[in-house]
C-alpha cells in the first residue's frame, strides 16, 4: 500500500504569496528605488519639456504640446545620443517640412492623386533608411512623417501650408533647444568623460577576446561561445563609439581608432576560430608548436587582467614587446620546421606533416598576433593620438536590398489604407488619424520586427490616453494658471521618464512620455472637452492600431523567412568571392558576416538554445569558407603550385563559383579530390617554397571539406534549415565541428 506523506499546507501559501509578491516588488524596483542616474535623467527631461510647453504657451504657439513632445523624443540615455538624435531630427524636420509644402503646392485639390504620391514618398524614405544605422536612418524617416504631419494637416486649407511647417519646424527646434540645454548644465567635462569612454569600451572589447582566445587555445568550450558574444556585439559597439565622438565634437580621431581596433577583433576572433580548427585537426600538437601555444596562453591570459586594470593603454607597449617576443620565436620555429623539411635526409610522409602542421600552425599564429598588435595601436591611439593624426576608418553597413523593399511597401501601403479610410469615412478627424497611420508606419518600418516594436508602440498609447483622462477631466479643469498645470505633468512625466530607463518597460513608456502632451492638448484659452478628447485620441489609437494592422498583413516578418534568405544571401556571397575579378578583402567578408551574426544574435531570443547555436555554427563556417576561399585565390594568384595540383584548386574555386545553393556533397567532394591530390604532391616536392604554397592549400582545403560536410544541411538553401532530432545529442552552446571527428 502507497502512503502518501502529509503536506505542510499552513506554509507553502505563505511561500508563493512571498515570493510573487517579491517578483511585483522587483519589477517596480525603478519606480519605487530608482538608481541616482535614471532619477537625474527623469527629473532633467521632465524639467526640460515642461520649459519647453511653458516658453511655448507664453509664445503663444497654437499647437504648444509639440514642444514638449520634441524633448521627449531627442531625449536618450547618454548625451551623445541626443546630440545626434537632435541633429538628425533637426535636418529631417527641414527637409520634410520643404517635402510637405511641395506636396499641397503640387496637389491641392487632388486627394486621389495627393495620397499614392504621399504613399510612394514615405516608402522611399523608409526603404533608403534601411541601409542606414543609429540615426542617420532616423533623418530619413523623420522626412517622411514630418512632410506627412504638413501636409495632412495643410490638406483642409492649402493656403495654411507655409505657416503649418514653419510652426512645426519652430516647436521642433525649441524642444531640442530646451532639453540641450538643460543637459549640457548636467554634463560638465562632456568631452573629456566621452574620450575615456570610447578607451574603456575598446579595451573591454580587446580583453574580452583575450579571454575567448585562451579558452579556444585551450579547447575549451567557453571559448567559443565568448568568441560568439563578442561578433555578436562589434557593432553595437561601434554604434556607440559614434555617439562618443559626438559628445566629442569629432575633435580627434579617436572614434576612428576605436573603429579601427574593433575590426581588428573581429578579425582576430576569426583567425582564432580558424586557429583552434586547424589544432583540432592536426590531432596532436606539433613539437614545433608546443612553445609557441604556451606563449600564447600566457600572453592572452595576462591581456585579459591588464585590460580589465585601470589603466589598460599604459600596458599596450609591454603587451606589444610580448607579442614580437612570441612572433619572432613563432618565425624561429617555422625556419625549423623549413630547415627539417628540406634536409638530405628522406622523410616518411607522416613526419613531413607534422612539420607541415607546425609550420601551418606557426604562421596562423603569427598573422593573428599582427593583427592582435594592430588593435592595441588602434587602442593606445584613442587616447593619444599620433602628430599630424588624419586617420580615417568606417565599417559600411549591411545592405539588405530586400528588407528594404519590404520595409517601402509597407510604408506605402499603410498610407494609402490611412488615405483610403479618410475618404470613404468623411470621419472629421481623419487627418488625425492618417497623420498617426504616417506616423507609426515610418517609425517602425526600418526596424527588423516592426510588429514587434509597434506593438510597444500602442501599448504606450493606450497608457498615456488613461493617463490624460484623468488630467483632462479631474485635475485640469480647476487650474488657470501655468504654474499649476506645470505641477500637473511633474509627476506623470516623472513617472514615464523612470520607466524609460527600464529595459522592460521603455517600449511601452517611449510612446506613453511622446504622447502624453498631445493628449491632454494644453492651452492658454481652451481646455478639451469629452468629445473632442474621445475623437482625437481615438483617431490616435486606431491609426496606430491601423499601422500595426499592415505591419501584420502585409509582407508580414517572418524570421524563418528572412534566415532563409540570409542563408542564400550568404551562399551567393560565396559564390561571387569564388567568381570575382578582384580577389575580395578579408577584412571586408569578416565584416559582413559579423554583421550577419549580430542580427541572428538578436532574433535568436525566440528560437531554441539548440537552433540558435546551429545556426551560429553556420555563420561561422560560412564565414571560415569565405576567408580560405579568398586564401586559395590569392594561392592561385602567386603561381606557385604545380600544374596538377593547381588544376584541382582551379576546379575547386569553379565549383564555388557555379554552386547555387543546392546540398554542398558534389562541391565537398570536388574539394576532397583537390586535397588528396595536393596532399600525394607534398611528400614528393623537391622544392621547398612549392612545398611549402602545397601544405597552406592542403590546410585550407581541408578547412573547406570539414566546414561543407560538418554544416552540409545549413547550406543547403533548397529548403529552411532547422535542427535534426537527433542533434540533442550535440551539447548546447558547443559548436558543431567541435563535436565531430576528422573527416
Known amino acids: 500500500m502507497i502512503q502518501i506523506a502529509p503536506v505542510a499546507t499552513d506554509r507553502w ?163 531640442i533647444l530646451c532639453e540641450s540645454g538643460l543637459a549640457s548644465v548636467f554634463a560638465p ?50 554604434d556607440q563609439i559614434e555617439f562618443s565622438e559626438v559628445e566629442m565634437q569629432h575633435r580627434t580621431h579617436a572614434g576612428d581608432h576605436a573603429r ?10 576569426s583567425r582564432g576560430l580558424g586557429l583552434a580548427a586547424r589544432i583540432r585537426e592536426a590531432g596532436a600538437v606539433p613539437p614545433a608548436f608546443t612553445n609557441p601555444l604556451t606563449m600564447a596562453k600566457a600572453l592572452f591570459s595576462d591581456m585579459q587582467a591588464q585590460m580589465a586594470g585601470p589603466d589598460p593603454v ?38 613531413s606533416r607534422t612539420h607541415l602542421d607546425g609550420y601551418i600552425l606557426n604562421a596562423s599564429l603569427g598573422v593573428l ?73 515610418s517609425r517602425f518600418a526600418a526596424h527588423e520586427n516592426p510588429v514587434q516594436d509597434s506593438l510597444g508602440f500602442l501599448r504606450g498609447a493606450v497608457w498615456a490616453v488613461v493617463v490624460a483622462a484623468l488630467l483632462t477631466f479631474v485635475v485640469l479643469p480647476r487650474q488657470a494658471v501655468w504654474e499649476t498645470l506645470v505641477a500637473s505633468l511633474f509627476v506623470p512625466m516623472m513617472v514615464g521618464g523612470l520607466a524609460l530607463r527600464d529595459a522592460r518597460t521603455v517600449g511601452t513608456a517611449a510612446p506613453y512620455n511622446n504622447f502624453l502632451p498631445f493628449m491632454v492638448y494644453p492651452g492658454n484659452q481652451s481646455r478639451l472637452d469629452e468629445l473632442t478628447f474621445f475623437n482625437t485620441n481615438s483617431a490616435v489609437v486606431l491609426g496606430i492600431w491601423c499601422s500595426v494592422l499592415v505591419f501584420r498583413l502585409v509582407l508580414p516578418f517572418d524570421q524563418d523567412a528572412e534566415r532563409w534568405r540570409m542563408r542564400r544571401q550568404m ?28 542580427r541572428l544574435v538578436r532574433h535568436s531570443a525566440t528560437m531554441s538554445d539548440a537552433q540558435t547555436n546551429a545556426y551560429l555554427d553556420g555563420v561561422l563556417a560560412a564565414m571560415t569558407v569565405g576567408l580560405n576561399l579568398i586564401r586559395l585565390r590569392r594561392m592561385l594568384d602567386r603561381g606557385g603550385l604545380p600544374p596538377d595540383a593547381r588544376q584541382a584548386v582551379e576546379r575547386t574555386v569553379a565549383g564555388f563559383a557555379a554552386w547555387r545553393g543546392q546540398p554542398p556533397v558534389a562541391l565537398a567532394h570536388k574539394a576532397a579530390e583537390a586535397l588528396a591530390c ?13 612545398r611549402l604554397d602545397l601544405g597552406w592549400s592542403a590546410a585550407y582545403l581541408e578547412i573547406l571539406v570539414r566546414e561543407l560536410v560538418a554544416h552540409a544541411r545549413f547550406f543547403d538553401i533548397t529548403h529552411r534549415f532547422h535542427v535534426p532530432p537527433d542533434s540533442r545529442s550535440i551539447r548546447p552552446g558547443i559548436p558543431a565541428a567541435t563535436s565531430r571527428s576528422r573527416p
Not at 492649402?158 to 519652430?170: H, K, N, Q
Not at 579601427?260 to 576572433?269: G, I, K
Not at 559564390?575 to 567578408?589: F, M
Open 369 to 441: 598576433l599582427v593583427r592582435l598588435d594592430a588593435a592595441l595601436v588602434h587602442l593606445a591611439a584613442t587616447q593619444a593620438a599620433p602628430a599630424h593624426d588624419h586617420f580615417h576608418f568606417s565599417t559600411p553597413p549591411w545592405r539588405d536590398r530586400t528588407d528594404a523593399w519590404h520595409n517601402g511597401v509597407r510604408s506605402a501601403g499603410a498610407v494609402l489604407m490611412g488615405g483610403l479610410v479618410w475618404e470613404v469615412t468623411g470621419w472629421p478627424d481623419g487627418a488625425t488619424f492618417a497623420m498617426f497611420v504616417v506616423v507609426t508606419c
Open 189 to 238: 567635462n562632456l568631452a573629456d568623460v566621452a574620450h575615456r569612454e570610447i578607451t574603456r569600451r575598446v579595451a573591454a572589447t580587446v580583453g574580452q577576446a583575450a579571454q575567448a582566445l585562451t579558452g579556444m587555445m585551450a579547447g575549451h568550450d567557453a571559448g567559443f561561445l565568448r568568441s560568439r558574444t563578442l561578433l555578436g556585439s562589434v557593432f553595437s559597439i561601434s
Open 13 to 175: 501559501p505563505a511561500a508563493c504569496v512571498v515570493s510573487v509578491t517579491g517578483g511585483w516588488l522587483r519589477r517596480f524596483r525603478w519606480l519605487y528605488a530608482p538608481r541616482a542616474a535614471d532619477f537625474g535623467f527623469a527629473l532633467r527631461t521632465t524639467i526640460a519639456a515642461l520649459l519647453a510647453l511653458v516658453i511655448a504657451l507664453w509664445m503663444e504657439m497654437d499647437d504648444p504640446q509639440w514642444a514638449a513632445m520634441t524633448t521627449w523624443i531627442v531625449a536618450q540615455n547618454s548625451r551623445g545620443q541626443s546630440m545626434s538624435k537632435a541633429r538628425w531630427r533637426l535636418l529631417g524636420t527641414v527637409c520634410g517640412a520643404v517635402a510637405g509644402v511641395a506636396l499641397i503646392a503640387a496637389m491641392p485639390q487632388s486627394s486621389w492623386l495627393f495620397f499614392p504620391v504621399l504613399a510612394v514618398w514615405v516608402g522611399i524614405c523608409c526603404g533608403f533608411a534601411t541601409f542606414l544605422r543609429n540615426f542617420h536612418s532616423y533623418a530619413l524617416v523623420l522626412m517622411a512623417f514630418t512632410s506627412g504631419l504638413i501636409a495632412l494637416n495643410a490638406a483642409n486649407d492649402p493656403r495654411d501650408v507655409f505657416a503649418i511647417a514653419l510652426s512645426r519646424s519652430t516647436y521642433i527646434f525649441l524642444g
Open 571 to 598: 551562399v551567393g556571397d560565396l559564390r561571387r568571392i569564388a567568381r570575382a575579378a578582384t580577389i575580395p578583402d578579408t577584412g571586408a567578408w569578416v565584416n559582413t558576416l559579423t554583421a550577419r551574426f549580430a
Open 314 to 351: 599604459a600596458a599596450v607597449p609591454g603587451l606589444r614587446a610580448r607579442i614580437r617576443m612570441l612572433g619572432a620565436e613563432c618565425r624561429q620555429q617555422l625556419v625549423n620546421d623549413i630547415i627539417a623539411v628540406s634536409g638530405p635526409a628522406p622523410m616518411d610522409a607522416a613526419g
Open 678 to 690: 595536393v596532399r600525394a604532391r607534398v611528400a614528393g616536392e623537391g622544392n621547398l617554397s612549392r
Open 260 to 269: 579601427a581596433a574593433l575590426a581588428a577583433v573581429a578579425v582576430v576572433m
